[in-house]
């Protein structure tokens, strides 16, 4: 079994699903040769909670990873190790910590901000300079803060989503069918915003 998954790739960037602007061949050939699926949807617009909600089998709302850089490395992966499966990742996940097994035999990370990954080690053996915040700097781009901008309407749109979420697994909790404790949930904090009004980046860009 091979799962592959795309990142930032919507249902209108595949040729075959009818964006004639794209050049998409591969996935053209499994829309052909396989199924597709035109109505499903991700359960969260965030990376974090979208991938974990897809390796849990739970909605964000609750298995409690409601945001980036929540912490969650339990995965139904393990289920398939145990059935006798050599389960390998190659690629980024996000787990938190960010190289926890999440079921997996093997693990080659790539695209983690806080070690060297497998993508680093290939880069510095082919005697490259990965990409980054400070080369972006020497060729004139923007700060990253800059290019992530959020007005204020949006960050208050995100709070209110952020509680009403809170609000929805703290009574399905009440119930007795919340999967996790609504004490473990992250509550939303406050929006950072420089002396220029636009978000800090919280990795120091």
Known sequence: MILIVTDQQRYDL???LGASQMDTPNIDR??????????????????????ASLFLGYP???????????????????????????CVNIGKMYTIPYDAKAGFLERFVVDARWFTDE???????AGHAKPGRLS?????????????????????AFRQLHWRLHRVAARQ?????????VH????????LRSDAGIPRDIHGA
């Open 136 to 156: 972006d700097r020497k060729r004139g781009l923007p700060a990253h803060a800059r290019r992530l901008r959020v007005d204020a309407r949006g960050q208050a």
């Open 184 to 191: 473990r949930l992250p509550r939303p904090a406050p929006a």
């Open 119 to 125: 993508w680093d080690k290939a880069i510095l053996n």
């Open 60 to 86: 964000p709302h609750t298995n409690g990873v409601l945001a980036n850089g929540t912490e969650w490395s339990r995965t139904w992966v393990s289920d398939l190790a145990h059935a006798g499966y050599h």
């Open 14 to 16: 595949i040729r075959a």
């Open 30 to 51: 499994l829309v052909a040769h396989g199924v597709s699926f035109e109505h499903c949807h991700v359960t969260a617009p965030f990376c974090v909670p979208s991938r």
């Open 173 to 181: 909790q009440a119930q007795g069918r919340a999967a996790v404790s």
